[in-house]
Structures are given as C-alpha cells and as structure tokens.
C-alpha cells in the first residue's frame, strides 16, 4: 500500500480548527506559535477564537490553514505515523505550500510568510469587484473548457480548478464568467453558480501577483523535498527546488489540475489518500476521482487516534 499525504486548499477554513490539536499536543502548538512569530502576530487568535469573516480573507486564510496542516501533520509525527510512510505530496492551490513544509522544502515560517505574501498579491492583482469565479457542475473538463473559451469574447474566462470529473472552477473578468454560467447551463450542467470570492484565482488577471510571488520565492531558501511534490499544473511528481520554485510563479495563473493529478497518483501506485488539515472537501473529490482509492482526514485528535486504531 502506498500512500499520499495531501493538503486542502482555501475554503477549508473554520473557527477553532487546529484547536484541539494545539491543546493535546506541544508539538502541534509549537507550530501556530511559529507562524505567529513568523507573521509577527497572533493569527492563533484569529484562527481559534475571531470572526470568520476575517479569517476568510485571503491573506488571513492562506498561511492559517497551512498551520493547520502542518500542526496535524506534527501531532501525527508524535504517535510515530510520518513522511517515511508517505510515497507523494501533494496540496490545492495553496496546500501545495503547506505540501512543501511538510516535505521540508520550506521551513514553516518561510511558508507562512509566502502565503501571507501571496494572499496580500493575488486580492491586490484585481480591484474588488471586477473578476470572478464560478463552480460548473455536471460538466466534463473539456466541455467546460469550451464554454470559458466562448464566454470570454474579449475579456479573461478560463477554467481554473479541475477538482473532480464533474466539478470544474471558472475564473476571470466577472461579466465573462457570468456568461458562463449561462453557456454551462445551456450545454446541459446541473449547477453553475457564483463562488463567494474576493478575487478571481488562477487565471491570467493574476500576473500581476506571479510577479510579486517570483520576487518572494527568490528570497527564501528552498530544500529537495523528503518525498516528491505532485504539482498542480503539471499533475506529475517533481523534487527539484527549481522547478518547483518555477511552478509554483506558475500556479498562480495556472489551473489547479486536481482531478489528474489524483489520477496521476492512482496509476503509480498510491492506493490511499491522508487529508492533512482542516475539513474533507478533498477526500470528497478523491473519491469521485480514484474511486479504488481509499480516504482518511486528519484534522482533529480523534481522527488521529482512527488512523492508529485502523
């Protein structure tokens, strides 16, 4: 059996997560104080005991729930279950920071930094109001990725996440994106709807934050990771520093390929998927993706007492 640790990306964030865990275990509380350290601010506060509102915004979101992965990650390291078990990693959007960490390529508060950084660059690469994201379901990848080439007319529309066979992300200028969820309607989909997001991620409006996110890698030193990253836009495994450092400029424009990426896993030879962190939505997709595959969340210390009972 092999076996993939992945971590979520944003939208996985509550109130109180990783509380627990900070409570049962020192070394999961040692790492919301490095990121607090790292930031220069309490952000456990906000992630444990302040207003959702606030944590969604992205700077905020990004760098907590890397915390909370890494924290999960290092309460699972005390009861002895670590990367020498683990084949691959992988993470959504940014959880392929938080997949880094965990593979020692970043330290943690390097991580916390770029994300606060890249956070503060993706919301600032589009006035408010102007881009969007839409989630098409029920519709095929390809049949999708026609319906943002004929809604973007002269504006940006672009598919930006493939999470599962039949959920599909679009993201660009906002009145291209409501033209497709009218077209993703028309061509038969079940649901197309507006996202509740402040800026519209991984598509070519962010240039401006790839540029910013180019500078912010340059600076901080990066490691060959203890196992191979599955990156998001190429949906294969890689390790050197370099071409992860290119690929993650990359990520920020480019589609978040989670449905091959997955199925790239499956077929060299991952049969079981960790979710490390906050929430389920990926062990969710990952079932719909590599239905063979089994899933397991660790997100809480009850969950990391299962995955030693099982």
């Known amino acids: 059996m092999s076996i993939a640790f992945v971590f979520p990306g944003q939208g996985a964030q509550t109130i109180g997560m990783g509380k627990a865990l900070a409570e049962a275990y020192p070394a999961a509380r040692a790492v919301f104080d490095e990121v607090d350290a790292a930031l220069g601010e309490k952000l456990s ?9 606030t944590l969604t915004l992205t700077e ?11 924290a999960a990650l290092r309460a699972l390291e005390t009861e002895g279950i670590g990367l020498d078990r683990v084949s691959h990693v992988a993470g959504h959007s940014l959880g392929e920071y938080s997949a880094l960490a965990a593979a020692g390529t970043f330290s943690v508060a390097d991580a916390a930094r770029l994300l606060r950084t890249r956070g503060l660059a993706m919301q600032q690469a589009v006035p408010v109001g102007q881009g ?4 098409v379901l029920g519709l095929d990848y390809d049949t999708v990725t026609d319906v943002a080439a004929k809604a973007a007319e002269v504006e940006v529309c672009q598919v930006a996440n493939e999470n599962d066979p039949a959920q599909n992300v679009v993201s660009g200028d906002k009145a291209a994106v409501e033209r497709a969820c009218v077209l993703a309607k028309e061509a038969g989909a079940k649901r197309a709807l507006m996202l509740p997001v402040s800026a519209p991620f991984h598509c070519a409006l962010m240039a401006p934050a790839a540029e910013k996110m180019a500078e912010a890698l340059d600076a901080v030193s990066m490691q060959t990771p203890s196992v191979p990253l599955v990156a998001n836009v190429i949906a294969e495994a890689v390790s050197d520093p370099a071409e992860i450092k290119a690929l993650l400029i990359k990520q920020v424009t480019g589609q978040v390929r989670w449905k091959t990426s997955v199925e790239w896993m499956a077929k060299n030879g991952v049969s079981e998927f960790w979710e490390i962190g906050a929430g389920k939505a990926l062990s969710g997709m990952i079932r719909r993706i590599a239905k063979e595959a089994g899933t397991r969340a660790v997100g809480t210390p009850d969950d990391i007492k299962a995955a030693l009972e099982s």
């Open 60 to 70: 905020n979101a990004q760098p907590a729930l890397m915390a909370t992965s890494i």
């Open 132 to 135: 969007a994201m839409a989630a």
């Open 45 to 53: 506060d906000l992630i444990w005991e302040g207003e959702i509102e």
